[in-house]
T-cell receptor, first 113, second 118 residues
C-alpha cells in the first residue's frame, strides 16, 4: 500500500541555518503531496502542496518540489527562525481516494536562538 | 478556502463514558474525514464520513467504538464510546474542498479535539 517516510527527528538547528527535511513516498497512482505543520499545542495547518511532477509548493519561505523520478518531496527553508519550531508532517493523497491522507511519522524541528 | 470548527476543543473524560465531537465547516465540501493522533504519534485515519449513510472505516476501527454521523454536507460528529485511557488522543476533523483545480485539491483540518481519559 501507499506510504510516506520522513527523516527522523528531532532536528535541532540554530537560527538562520538552512533546513532540509527529507520525505519520500510510495504510491500506486499519481498522488498529490503535502506538508503540514503542527505548532506546539495547536492543530494541523497546511504549509504547502504540489499536485503534479516538478510542481514547487512554497509558503512562508518554505519550499518543496514534487520529484516523481526520485519519489521525493523534501522540505527546505533557507533561513529558519525560532518561530519555525514545530512538528512537520509530509503526506500524500491519491487522486482516487477522495482526499484521504497518508501521513509520515512527523519530524520535530527545534530552532535555537 | 474552508474553516473547520470542532467542539469541544479539549476535555477530560471519565473511563467508561462516551463523548461526541462536533465538526462544522463554513462552506460546502465534498469529503469529510476523522483522524486520530495519539500522543507523540502521527495521524491515522479513522473513517470517511459519508453524507446520509454509514461511515467507511479503516482497518482497526469499528462503528461500535467510533460511531460517526454526517447529516449534511457541512456537519459531522464522531463519538468515542466506552472510553479508556488508551483513547487519550487528539481527534481531528478534515474536509476536502469543493470544485475543480486548487480548491478541490486542498484538504483542510480543524484544530482538533484534545481528549484525556482518566
Amino acid at each position: 500500500g501507499d506510504s510516506v517516510t520522513q527523516m527522523e527527528g528531532p532536528v535541532t538547528l540554530s537560527e538562520e541555518a538552512f533546513l532540509t527535511i527529507n520525505c519520500t513516498y510510495t504510491a500506486t497512482g499519481y498522488p498529490s503531496l503535502f506538508w503540514y505543520v503542527q505548532y506546539p499545542g495547536e492543530g494541523l495547518q497546511l504549509l504547502l502542496k504540489a499536485t503534479k511532477a516538478d510542481d514547487k509548493g512554497s509558503n512562508k519561505g518554505f519550499e518543496a518540489t514534487y520529484r516523481k523520478e526520485t519519489t521525493s518531496f523534501h522540505l527546505e527553508k533557507g533561513s529558519v527562525q525560532v518561530s519555525d519550531s514545530a512538528v512537520y508532517f509530509c503526506a500524500l493523497s491519491e487522486r482516487n481516494q477522495g482526499g484521504k491522507l497518508i501521513f509520515g511519522q512527523g519530524t520535530e524541528l527545534s530552532v535555537k536562538p | 478556502s474552508a474553516v473547520i470548527s470542532q467542539k469541544p476543543s479539549r476535555d477530560i473524560c471519565q473511563r467508561g463514558t462516551s463523548l461526541t465531537i462536533q465538526c462544522q465547516v463554513d462552506s460546502q465540501v465534498t469529503m469529510m474525514f476523522w483522524y486520530r493522533q495519539q500522543p507523540g504519534q502521527s495521524l491515522t485515519l479513522i473513517a470517511t464520513a459519508n453524507q446520509g449513510s454509514e461511515a467507511t472505516y479503516e482497518s482497526g476501527f469499528v462503528i461500535d467504538k467510533f460511531p460517526i454521523s454526517r447529516p449534511n454536507l457541512t456537519f459531522s460528529t464522531l463519538t468515542v464510546s466506552n472510553m479508556s485511557p488508551e483513547d487519550s488522543s487528539i481527534y481531528l476533523c478534515s474536509a476536502r474542498g469543493q470544485g475543480a483545480g486548487g480548491a478541490g485539491n486542498t484538504i483542510y483540518f480543524g484544530e482538533g479535539s484534545w481528549l484525556t481519559v482518566v
